[in-house]
């Protein structure tokens, strides 16, 4: 079985809680967040998102400013998403 699959009532009274109590209190650069936490409150963050899609620079930054923009930069965040989508037309679409 998993650890990540193990639930309290599976592990109490044999030997697995400290395992269990290690596991929760691993942290990875996904659990920090550097000058705020527009991010953090996401079930899957804008950077692990356009990593595991491959998105490029352009497209991960439309993506990033598009979750946050309601949190953090609001008007200015849309229009950076506008920015970076004409950059995109011009880079991979040019005439």
Avoid at 36 to 54: A, D, L, R, S, T
Wanted: net charge neutral.
């Amino acid at each position: 079985m998993s650890i990540d699959k193990i639930r309290p009532e599976d592990y109490e009274g044999h030997g697995l809680d400290r395992v269990i109590v290690e596991k929760k209190s691993a942290t990875t650069a996904l659990d920090k967040q550097v000058g705020g936490k527009h991010y953090k409150q996401y079930p899957i963050q804008p950077v692990e998102f356009c990593q595991k899609n491959g998105l490029n620079a352009i497209e991960s930054s439309i993506v990033k400013y598009a979750v946050r923009h309601r949190d953090k930069g609001g008007k200015e965040d849309v229009e950076k998403i506008i920015h970076y989508a004409k950059l995109l037309l011009e880079l991979e679409y040019a005439d």
